[in-house]
């Protein structure tokens, strides 16, 4: 069983910057791809940032690539989410996921491929 616990999340204003963490409760941690999805209210969830196992391999979703950052410690079990510049329309509660099963070669953008969820941090950005 795999524990995701993210934090970071808060209140902020237009433009404005946040990091979230999710810290991983596994020792094999450095096998797992990585992923951020977020869900507004009354919204599907949607694909954020993927990372894989090594962190060499990362991709974004078109809305947020140029002003989030995915990134990875695998020393401290924990994956990152940098988010600059952010949008009224960021606003949601941003989910971390892992995939305990996966080649190094991937990162994975289908919340289908990941058998593990946190509870997700809510980010809410005022305009």
């Known amino acids: 069983q795999v524990q995701l616990v993210e934090s970071g999340g808060g209140l902020v204003q237009t433009g404005d910057s946040l990091r979230l963490s999710c810290a991983a409760s596994?020792?094999?941690?450095?096998?797992?791809?990585m992923g951020w999805f977020r869900q507004a209210p009354g919204k599907e969830r949607e694909f954020v940032a993927a990372i894989n196992w090594s962190g060499d391999n990362i991709g974004y979703a078109d809305s947020v690539k140029g002003r989030f950052t995915i990134s990875r410690d695998n020393a401290k079990n924990t994956v990152y989410l940098q988010m600059n510049s952010l949008k009224p329309e960021d606003t949601a509660n941003y989910i971390c996921?892992?995939?305990?099963?996966?080649?190094?070669?991937?990162?994975?953008?289908?919340?289908?491929?990941?058998?593990?969820w946190g509870q997700g941090t809510q980010i809410t950005v005022s305009s």
């Open positions: 596994a020792r094999t941690f450095s096998s797992y791809a």
């Open positions: 996921a892992a995939r305990t099963y996966s080649s190094n070669i991937y990162y994975y953008t289908r919340g289908y491929e990941y058998n593990y």
